[in-house]
């Protein structure tokens, strides 16, 4: 039912909007975030709630929703960028400071998601979803276990593999492999992971270069492995229980996604309102059992294997829910995104599209 979500969102919003009434087109947030990174009962829900119409829209990566906010090509009030980009989007004075006032379910959120390094001092960014990089790979196509990101780069696996269609992920994916850290300012090490992709993508390892269309190859078996995110992998697996999902020995990316408001939204109050809601405990309990990502609301997180088991009838399987929520000893092999300077990131910018020509 959630590979539906994508294609039907935007028509059921547009539907609520207009048969809200009572003058609510006045109240209106505009909401930029993931493609099934969204329980839409929770749209309607707070519709109906707060006389507030929700214009919900997607972006396909960071990437993406940066460049359509710089080109002046958005509306949006509220985005969901994540960590590494709301700290760019900080230093390049995109977001607004929040009103916590208006945001009193803050406090729910857990201190080890407060004061990172992207927002240090907690005031342009709310913790929506945190998580793992990793792999995904179907065991019965590979003929055996996976567990480095070595696989990407094999051409055992040629013509097998769909590489992720995001520069920070890819490049970082092989940077890690190579042994690096995956914010290395370094020309020489970020150009040894780029040929290393570019090596891979010549020898015809790579099926493609996607973001959500891997939902459909994996799950139908048209792609053996790709690297992706343990929110969507669990997704995949519950239309394909032969997937798996691996964080490589060689370690990997952690991390946060995060609700901001640009500094020029038209709809500030609004904004918080819909920040406020999505952040409680019931809301982000729906939204982990419909999205599949773990919360930074601690007391939802504690709750959610009794909820899974009450709402599903059956118990939350332990190994995929630390498949959602990595435990410590994953976590202390991963590191966090960090904002690269100006000449590092126009770098990533060239050879990414060089790697996609």
């Known amino acids: 039912m959630k590979k539906l979500f994508v294609l039907i969102l935007a028509l059921a919003l547009t539907l609520t909007?207009?048969?809200?009434?009572?003058?609510?087109?006045?109240?209106?947030?505009?909401?930029?975030?993931?493609?099934?990174?969204?329980?839409?009962?929770?749209?309607?829900?707070?519709?109906?709630?707060?006389?507030?119409?929700?214009?919900?829209?997607?972006?396909?990566?960071?990437?993406?929703?940066?460049a359509i906010i710089k080109q002046g090509g958005s509306d949006y009030d509220v985005i969901v960028p994540s960590d590494y980009m709301i700290g760019q989007m900080i230093a390049e004075d995109m977001l607004a400071e929040l009103d916590f006032s208006l945001i009193p379910n803050y406090e729910k959120i857990d201190s080890q998601y407060k004061n990172l390094s992207f927002d240090p001092d907690n005031k342009y960014s709310v913790p929506y979803t945190w998580g793992t990089l990793g792999i995904i790979y179907n065991p019965t196509l590979v003929g055996g276990e996976i567990d480095s990101w070595s696989a990407l780069f094999d051409t055992k696996y040629a013509g097998q593999v769909g590489m992720i269609g995001n520069p920070r992920d890819a490049i970082g994916a092989a940077l890690l492999y190579l042994g690096y850290s995956v914010n290395t300012t370094d020309e020489a090490e970020i150009r040894e992971a780029y040929k290393l992709i570019a090596d891979a993508r010549d020898a015809g390892v790579y099926q493609g270069f996607f973001m959500d269309e891997l939902y459909d190859k994996m799950e139908a078996g048209e792609t053996a492995i790709c690297?992706?995110?343990?929110?969507?992998?669990?997704?995949?697996?519950?239309?394909?229980?032969?997937?798996?999902?691996?964080?490589?020995?060689e370690g990997s990316n952690w991390f946060v996604d995060a609700m901001c408001v640009l500094k020029d939204a038209e709809h500030k109050t609004e904004a918080m309102e819909w920040i406020n809601f999505i952040c409680s405990t019931d809301a982000c309990l729906a939204n982990m059992d419909f999205i599949w990502y773990a919360s930074p609301n601690a007391e939802a997180l504690e709750k959610y294997p009794a909820y899974y088991e009450e709402n599903n009838g059956e118990p939350l399987d332990e190994e995929l829910f630390q498949v959602m929520a990595a435990p410590k000893e994953v976590l202390e092999n991963c590191e966090a995104y960090l904002n690269l300077p100006s000449e590092t990131l126009q770098l990533y910018t060239d050879l990414w599209v060089d790697l996609r020509i």
């Not at 003058?23 to 839409?40: F, S």
């Not at 690297?227 to 020995?249: C, E, I, W």
Request: net charge negative.
């Open 17 to 66: 909007a207009c048969s809200s009434g009572g003058g609510n087109e006045d109240r209106v947030v505009n909401v930029c975030g993931w493609g099934e990174n969204i329980d839409p009962d929770l749209i309607e829900q707070f519709q109906k709630e707060t006389g507030i119409t929700v214009n919900y829209q997607t972006a396909e990566s960071n990437e993406t929703m940066y």
């Open 227 to 249: 690297t992706y995110y343990a929110g969507d992998f669990l997704s995949m697996h519950s239309n394909n229980s032969d997937l798996q999902f691996v964080v490589p020995k």
